[in-house]
């Protein structure tokens, strides 16, 4: 059975004052907007996960819950992974590889330049840099979560809100 992984980055965020933890860097209002964009072009396409995965960051949560709202599904199902908030790609995988197999469809939130390496990694395909707010959205053909790994996947599309709003 086919399995849909939506990588997604963080919406655009504040900038990081000096006496401020990066970790509780809020989104700013252009990047909630663009959440919403991304969530809401998503939506109409049919887009609606069975499962959330988000870095306990901020700015990861709350462009999840935005693109939750957009794509009616409950916010307070996000499961939020610590992980990967600075584990790297090696916490992207494990998010994954424990992803319940009745969930045919995940979204992850997360920060680059590790969601760009993990898509790359997934797909051997060229993602270079996601930007802020950009979602791959990669599918794997009869595989388990636990069985994802490098090159098991191929990149359906890239979408970023920035080519939304130019459309």
Partial sequence: MKKTLYLVRHAKAEDRASFQRDHDRDLVPEGIMAAARVGHHLA????????????TANRAKDTGKVMAEQLRVDPETLVLEPKLFDGGPKAYIAA???VDRNCKS????????DISYFAEYLTHADVGSMSKGAVAVIEFDDLNWAEVSGRTGHLVDLISPKKLKES
Avoid: A, Y
Avoid at 44 to 55: F, H, R
Avoid at 106 to 113: A, E, K, Q, R
């Fill in 44 to 55: 109409e396409l049919g887009v609606k996960p069975d499962c959330l995965i988000s870095s």
């Fill in 96 to 98: 994954i590889n424990n």
């Fill in 106 to 113: 995940v979204m992850l939130f997360g920060h680059n330049p």
